[in-house]
């Protein structure tokens, strides 16, 4: 039931989009992914807080995401930092366990919810992506992405409608245009870079409400602290992720009458997929010419740093 809320077609069409409509490799990534769920205990995931309160604020201050809003259609809209959360606040074990706790509390209580408003299945979302602040240090994460996003290959397959990026780097928008023709036609097709802060174009599927604090003004770009915690989307201060916590610290009471424990909860961690070792090759030489003077890298003081690069 936490998997499909009811919605056993939808959640089915799912893993076979994963799948590229082939049944056999559908039906063994689903009972892959349920024998993950209870091998590693997801259902109790959400009973689970993360404690003290200041290692989770401090876990929202370097994994920037949030829930801003919904789309006409009545999606989640989630946005999420990518240029600058730093994931330098905690172990590895605590950013997979605050992002799996994030996905199921999409899944069980923020899509139901929505499904419930709008009166028809609403099972996916859609993600506005931040690039300000983007550096060749982020790099240096793309271990803990590389899992994170294996996760959501393999467990939450096809949740995310559309994905956005806005604030575009230079050196994003040249390791774009590599990396695209690596990915796969139906993620490629749920793709859009939009220019600037892409205001004008989201206002088009969402209310101004409901955009990203960094999408409100053009040329703003993102803050990862703002002086209203109840407007920016990433702080502990939202609703969002104050519901989220109240929620979880609730379920763990509920479980046990025992003290919550304090540690990170330890899942089995992915391989990363063939696909996703090829783009990283990729990027890595791409940003190589860089380094080399092969790009236009030389003067913008990239050339240096990029040389003996190793991602």
């Known amino acids: 039931m936490n998997v499909h809320q009811g919605y056993l077609t939808e959640t089915l069409e799912r893993f076979l989009k994963a799948r590229e ?3 056999t490799k559908a039906h063994k990534m689903l009972v892959d992914c349920l024998n993950w769920r209870v091998d590693n205990e997801i259902d109790m995931m959400l009973t689970k807080p993360i404690v003290p309160v200041d290692v989770y604020r401090a876990i929202r201050d370097s994994q920037l995401i949030g829930l801003s809003g919904y789309s006409r259609e009545g999606l989640p809209v989630f946005a999420i930092g990518v240029g600058l959360s730093t994931f330098d606040k905690a172990s590895v074990n ?6 799996i706790q994030i996905n199921e509390y999409r899944d069980r209580i923020v899509l139901p919810s929505a499904s419930k ?3 028809r299945p ?3 979302c859609v993600k506005v992506l931040d690039m300000t602040g983007l550096k060749l240090s982020a790099l240096s994460q793309i271990k803990l992405l590389t899992i994170i996003s294996t996760i959501d290959d393999l467990n939450y397959p096809e949740k ?3 994905y956005f990026i806005v ?3 230079y050196i994003f928008s040249s390791c774009w245009k590599v990396v695209k023709p690596l990915l796969q036609e139906r993620t490629r097709k749920k793709i859009q870079v939009l220019s600037g802060s892409g205001r004008d174009e989201l206002l088009k599927i969402m209310d101004y409400s409901s955009l990203p604090h960094f999408c409100k003004r053009e040329g703003s770009g993102s803050n990862r602290h703002s002086s209203n915690g109840a407007e920016n989307c990433y702080s502990l201060d939202h609703p969002f992720h104050q519901q989220l916590y109240n929620h979880i610290k609730q379920q763990a009471v509920q479980e046990s009458s025992r003290p919550i424990k304090q540690g990170s909860v330890h899942v089995s961690l992915p391989e990363s997929a063939a696909e996703g070792n090829d783009i990283v090759k990729t990027i890595e030489l791409e940003l190589h010419k860089y380094g080399n003077g092969n790009g236009n890298g030389n003067g913008n003081g990239l050339s240096n740093s990029l040389g003996s690069l190793k991602i």
Not at 94 to 99: A, D, F, G, K, T
Request: hydrophobic letters at 25%; a positive charge; zero cysteines.
């Open 21 to 23: 409509w082939n049944i």
């Open 94 to 99: 605590y950013y997979v366990q605050s992002h």
């Open 117 to 119: 408003k709008y009166g």
């Open 122 to 124: 609403i099972t996916t």
């Open 160 to 162: 995310t409608n559309t």
């Open 167 to 169: 604030n575009v780097p």
